[in-house]
């Protein structure tokens, strides 16, 4: 688990207590909030209201923007999700995101 890493609710943690290395197993349908920005500005959502998705380890991007979308009334194509090396593409399977990764 990396220090800026948010552990949705249900995780099963461990601490291999030699090495002092954290690991998680993150739940099948676990809740994941995005944040959205437009123009680098945060983005406010219908209603005022928190956006959170359930996320499946079988979804791919394109998956999880077309609930997005359906949540906050938006049209598919005026967003995308970006990771640390650029916008994802849309059939980029979840677990292989970073959040996933045993690093």
Not at 4 to 27: F, H, K, Q, V
Not at 71 to 93: A, C, D
Request: a neutral charge; hydrophobic letters at 40%; proline letters at 13%.
């Amino acid at each position: 688990v990396q220090p800026w890493e948010a552990l949705p609710p249900g995780l099963e943690i461990s601490m291999d207590m030699a090495s002092g290395r954290n690991a998680a197993r993150i739940p099948d349908g676990w809740p994941w909030t995005p944040f959205l920005t437009q123009d680098s500005q945060p983005v406010a959502f219908p209603r005022k209201r928190l956006l959170k998705v359930k996320v499946r380890v079988a979804c791919t991007v394109s998956g999880l923007l077309d609930t997005i979308a359906s949540q906050i009334g938006w049209e598919r194509s005026r967003f995308t999700l970006v990771g640390p090396e650029g916008e994802l593409p849309p059939t980029t399977p979840v677990r292989s995101l970073p959040l996933f990764s045993d690093s």
